[in-house]
C-alpha cells in the first residue's frame, strides 16, 4: 500500500523567503505525482504534473523535482508572497485508478 | 479552461437519509474518481470508475456506497443511509490515461449530517 508523507506539517516564513516543501512515499512503482494546492475550505487545484520518467517540471516560481528510486519529490516556490499562503499537497498516482495523498503542509508567509 | 463541477455546494442532512452528490466530469476523460476529506485529516481516495465500472475501491466505501453515471455527463455519488461520521467534504475528480494526465477536482461538497 503507497503511504505518501509530507514534511513539514507547516511552515511560516517571511515574504520574500524560498520555500522547500518535501514529500516522500514508499512504492517507487508509480505513474506520475501531483502537487495540488488547497485553500481553507476549497477544493484542490492542481500546480504541477511531473511524469515519472522526468527529474524535474517547473511553473513560473514554483518548480518541482522528483527522485523516484529514492521515493521523494520536493517542491520549491521562489520568493513566496502572502498569496502563497495555503496547504500544499503531494499525490502518487500508482496506477490509472487512484491517487494517494500525503496530509500535507501548511503554509504562511508573512507580510 | 475545461473544469469539473459539483453540485451541491452545501448539504445537510439527517442522520439515516440518502444523499445524493454530483459531478460533471471534464468530457474528455475517462478514469472518474470520488474522494472525501474529514475536516483536518487528509484526503481518502473511495472510489475510481472506468468503463461504465468500479475499478478500484478502497475499505470505506461500503455497501452504503454507491456511484453511477446515469447518462453520460453526470457522475453521481449515493450514501444510502448518512452517519454521523460521514459528514466531510466530498471532492470528485476525472482524468485520463496514463502517466502523462493530471486528475482535476472539483470544489467539493460540504456534507453535514445531523
Known amino acids: 500500500k503507497q503511504e505518501v508523507t509530507q514534511i513539514p506539517a507547516a511552515l511560516s516564513v517571511p515574504e520574500g523567503e524560498n520555500l522547500v516543501l518535501n514529500c516522500s512515499f514508499t512504492?517507487?512503482?508509480?505513474?506520475?505525482l501531483q502537487w495540488f494546492r488547497q485553500d481553507p475550505g476549497k477544493g484542490l487545484t492542481s500546480l504541477l504534473l511531473?511524469?515519472?520518467?522526468?527529474r524535474e517540471q517547473t511553473s513560473g516560481r514554483l518548480n518541482a523535482s522528483l527522485d523516484k528510486s529514492s521515493g521523494r519529490s520536493t517542491l520549491y516556490i521562489a520568493a513566496s508572497q502572502p498569496g502563497d499562503s495555503a496547504t500544499y499537497l503531494c499525490a502518487v498516482r500508482d496506477n490509472d485508478y487512484k491517487l494517494s495523498f500525503g496530509a500535507g503542509t501548511t503554509v504562511t508567509v508573512r507580510a | 479552461e475545461p473544469e469539473v463541477t459539483q453540485t451541491p455546494s452545501h448539504q445537510v442532512t439527517q442522520m439515516g437519509q440518502e444523499v445524493i452528490l454530483r459531478c460533471v466530469p471534464i468530457?474528455?476523460?475517462?478514469?472518474f474518481y470520488w474522494y472525501r476529506q474529514i475536516l483536518g485529516q487528509k484526503v481518502e481516495f473511495l472510489v475510481s470508475?472506468?468503463?461504465?465500472?468500479?475499478?478500484?475501491k478502497s475499505e470505506i466505501f461500503d455497501d452504503q456506497f454507491s456511484v453511477e453515471r446515469p447518462d453520460g455527463s453526470n457522475f453521481t455519488l449515493k450514501i444510502r443511509s448518512t452517519k454521523l461520521e460521514d459528514s466531510a467534504m466530498y471532492f470528485c475528480?476525472?482524468?485520463?490515461?496514463?502517466?502523462?494526465?493530471?486528475?482535476?477536482f472539483g470544489q467539493g461538497t460540504r456534507l453535514t449530517v445531523v
Open positions: 468530457s474528455n476523460h475517462l478514469y
Open positions: 470508475f472506468y468503463n461504465n465500472e468500479i475499478s478500484e
Open positions: 511531473i511524469q515519472s520518467s522526468q
Open positions: 475528480a476525472s482524468s485520463g490515461r496514463g502517466q502523462v494526465t493530471e486528475a482535476f
Open positions: 512504492d517507487s512503482a508509480i505513474y506520475n
